[in-house]
């Protein structure tokens, strides 16, 4: 529950303490979590012993020269609410799309491990179960590294935010289109697909 103030009443500790069982082996089953961006957030905090917002900031915002700052909600602890309730400006998201689809390269100098990336928005042979069409059937998405792996025959990610808010990314052209707007239906793909298909 978010209060006046824009923190969460409920702690992520407390969130992430009460799923303590697994539902099917590890690597057999997606189901899709919001708890696992938390649960990476908080050890990230505690590794690195900053906020993540000041971390995304001297690691990703500061280098590629965005124009706003960036920051997610916090719980009552202070904890960042890593699944979501991210906030940046439309030209940052904008930003940030073009360092994912230079694979982690802003103006030649690599920010995020071009490995990495790479590895984030693959699928691995003994991962099928994470591929378009499976990990979300019916739906077409996959999902890799907390991105969403979009169908077709090259690699295309993107960042699925709530109502609407998305970030698509195809590394072969380079192409970027974010959205923020508050709509729930699939016209942004259909729309996403032609322009990829016609200037990609």
């Not at 103030?5 to 409920?10: A, H, L, M, P, V």
């Not at 916090?74 to 940052?92: I, K």
Request: charged fraction near 20%; include cysteine.
């Amino acid at each position: 529950m978010i209060v006046g103030d824009g923190t969460f009443q409920r702690t992520t500790i407390s969130s992430i303490t009460q799923f303590n069982r697994r539902i099917a082996p590890p690597g057999t089953r997606f189901s899709y979590a919001s708890i696992e961006p938390d649960v990476l957030g908080v050890v990230l905090r505690y590794a690195v012993d900053k906020t993540l917002s000041d971390y995304l900031h001297d690691k990703v915002w500061e280098p590629i020269g965005a124009e706003g700052d960036a920051r997610w909600l916090v719980d009552a602890q202070g904890l960042e609410v890593a699944h979501g309730f991210f906030n940046a400006v439309l030209r940052d998201y904008a930003r940030l799309g073009r360092l994912l689809a230079h694979d982690g390269v802003w103006d030649g100098k690599q920010i995020i491990p071009a490995q990495w990336m790479i590895e984030a928005t693959t699928v691995r042979p003994s991962d099928t179960f994470l591929m378009p069409g499976k990990a979300m059937a019916p739906q077409p998405f996959g999902y890799g590294y907390l991105l969403w792996l979009l169908p077709g025959t090259r690699r295309q990610f993107a960042m699925v935010g709530y109502l609407g808010q998305r970030v698509c990314i195809d590394p072969a052209s380079k192409l970027v289109m974010v959205q923020t707007a508050v709509e729930t239906n699939a016209e942004v793909w259909r729309l996403w697909s032609d322009v990829v298909e016609r200037f990609g």
